[in-house]
């Protein structure tokens, strides 16, 4: 099976599958898809579907990845926006706050896909990461824009002020005419 991966070079992948038995679950039948080329190590699949074909396991492991990118993604929102953390009570306020941040991290996904921009280069560098960015780069983008509103002391209330300010000097604006 071939795919590209993020940086859009053509990977290999080589599969096989093997049915197992394990000791907790004597009377379950189960299949270990075992991945080659994904990672340094190989990836172990175990489902209790059972596969009789290599078409059959390729779906198996697309599932399976896809599945694992949603969970890194309720890992991101859980971690880098202490989304667990929010104090609400109302089932709408959590999916407004919900919907808020899947908005915001869908900027996240669109401002990884510009390379070469200059605020993409400033906030990778602000981001100041020991190693490579890691696979899931939206954590060091994270850390770099936190880092940059961080130093912001007064963040979107001194715009907010300056806006306000001047639609009501604007509204108190009297027309007078000499008679």
């Known amino acids: 099976y071939r795919y590209r991966n993020q940086n859009n070079?053509?990977?290999?992948?080589?599969?096989?599958?093997?049915?197992?038995?394990?000791?907790a679950l004597k009377d379950t039948e189960l299949t270990m898809v075992i991945v080659r080329g994904h990672g340094i190590n190989p990836t172990m699949i175990i489902t209790n579907l059972n596969p009789n074909s290599k078409r059959l396991t390729l779906a198996v492991l697309k599932a399976y990845i896809k599945r694992w990118r949603i969970e890194e993604y309720f890992r991101?929102?859980?971690?880098?926006?202490?989304?667990?953390n929010f104090r609400v009570r109302s089932l709408?306020?959590?999916?407004?706050?919900?919907?808020?941040?899947?908005?915001?991290?869908?900027?996240?996904?669109?401002?990884?896909?510009?390379?070469?921009?200059?605020?993409?280069?400033?906030?990778k560098k602000v981001?100041?990461?020991?190693?490579?960015?890691?696979?899931?780069?939206?954590?060091?983008?994270?850390?770099?824009?936190?880092?940059i509103l961080a130093k912001s002391y007064t963040g979107i209330a001194s715009f907010?002020?300056?806006?306000?300010?001047?639609?009501?000097?604007?509204?108190?604006?009297?027309?007078?005419?000499?008679l």
Request: glycine share 2%; aromatic share 14%; no cysteine.
């Open 127 to 147: 981001s100041e990461r020991i190693f490579n960015i890691p696979d899931f780069e939206y954590y060091a983008l994270a850390d770099g824009i936190r880092e």
């Open 92 to 123: 709408k306020k959590i999916r407004n706050l919900d919907l808020i941040l899947s908005i915001a991290i869908g900027f996240l996904a669109l401002f990884s896909n510009q390379k070469k921009t200059k605020l993409r280069v400033f906030v």
């Open 9 to 23: 070079k053509e990977r290999k992948l080589k599969f096989s599958y093997a049915p197992i038995k394990l000791p």
């Open 76 to 84: 991101f929102k859980k971690q880098k926006f202490d989304f667990e």
């Open 160 to 178: 907010l002020k300056s806006y306000y300010k001047k639609r009501r000097s604007q509204k108190r604006l009297r027309l007078s005419l000499p």
